[in-house]
């Protein structure tokens, strides 16, 4: 399953950046397009793994809930 990165904008907007085979890849691209974002905009880049880009963007929009204090 591939690696998405996405970049999440207000009100659940998705823009599909790239897609990469390996965590490796995806996470040092994810961190110099965060990196990149001017400091003041609410935009976030995230990494996400899934099937496909469907479950990708579900995933994505699901509400989690916070867990316990210390909890990881």
């Known amino acids: 399953?591939?690696?998405?990165?996405?970049?999440?904008?207000?009100?659940?907007?998705?823009?599909?950046l790239e897609e990469h085979g390996a965590f490796a890849a995806a996470s040092g691209q994810a961190k110099t397009l965060r990196a990149a974002l001017p400091p003041d905009t609410p935009d976030k880049v995230k990494v996400i793994f899934a099937e496909n880009e469907w479950q990708a963007?579900?995933?994505?929009?699901?509400?989690?809930?916070?867990g316990h204090p210390g909890e990881e």
């Open 1 to 16: 399953m591939p690696y998405y990165i996405y970049r999440v904008k207000p009100f659940g907007q998705l823009d599909k």
């Open 57 to 66: 963007e579900e995933l994505l929009c699901q509400v989690r809930e916070p």
